[in-house]
T-cell receptor, first 111, second 114 residues
């Protein structure tokens, strides 16, 4: 298995609070991604990174920000969580000629 | 722009029966196509990928998929379903063979009856 961990694995929070999810890799891969998974929608790309401090928006980036200060870590922040951001969040990584490998996911509930 | 449509959000088969999960895509560039599987409470795992080397692609666990350009399809099949195949399956398309910008379909949940 690719070395990807996500923390926390489960989180319950209240509307309006900030939340940060962490993705950590040990593969030294260049690309890192954050997706959200919702029933009927498959996975949708939130943000991705193609290097340290290099990030770009995906399909559903509104309400989310990211940071990548080290190759191994990619953080996803919800500045002010809303109930519509209740979802399962997946991190993925890939090299320049490799397939995306996914982390185990974080289940976030916003009350 | 690229998109993926998976016909049937739920498919039920009997153990030993043929599995057919449908995927149609649209892409403005030659597509690279992927099938991923997700077992309960786990992340996604790559089953197979099409990168133009051969139209019939064999993957893990006995699955295969055939790329048909004329039908813009990449259906996933397995000759004989096993109980352990019960999972959710996602088709995805990318503009490059590294799968760096995946667009996913909505997923198909496969149920296998004994």
């Amino acid at each position: 298995d690719a070395g990807i961990t996500q923390s926390p694995r489960h989180k319950v929070t209240e509307t309006g609070t900030p939340v940060t999810l962490r993705c950590h890799q040990t593969e030294n891969h260049r690309y890192m991604y954050w997706y959200r998974q919702d029933p009927g929608h498959g996975l949708r790309l939130i943000h991705y990174s193609y290097g340290v401090k290099d990030t770009d928006k995906g399909e559903v980036s509104d309400g989310y920000s990211v940071s990548r200060s080290k190759t191994e870590d990619f953080l996803l922040t919800l500045e002010s969580a809303t109930s519509s951001q209740t979802s399962v969040y997946f991190c993925a990584i890939s090299g320049t000629t490799d397939t995306q490998y996914f982390g185990p996911g974080t289940r976030l509930t916003v009350l | 722009a690229q998109s993926v449509t998976q016909l049937g959000s739920h498919v039920s088969v009997s153990e030993g029966a043929l599995v057919l999960l449908r995927c149609n895509y649209s892409s403005s560039v030659p597509p690279y196509l992927f099938w991923y599987v997700q077992y309960p409470n786990q992340g996604l795992q790559l089953l197979l990928k099409y990168t133009s080397a051969a139209t019939l692609v064999k993957g893990i666990n006995g699955f295969e998929a055939e790329f048909k350009k004329s039908e813009t399809s990449f259906h996933l099949t397995k000759p004989s379903a096993h109980m352990s195949d019960a999972a959710e399956y996602f088709c995805a398309v990318s503009p490059d063979n590294a799968g760096n910008m995946l667009t996913f379909g909505g997923g198909t949940r496969l149920m296998v009856k004994p």
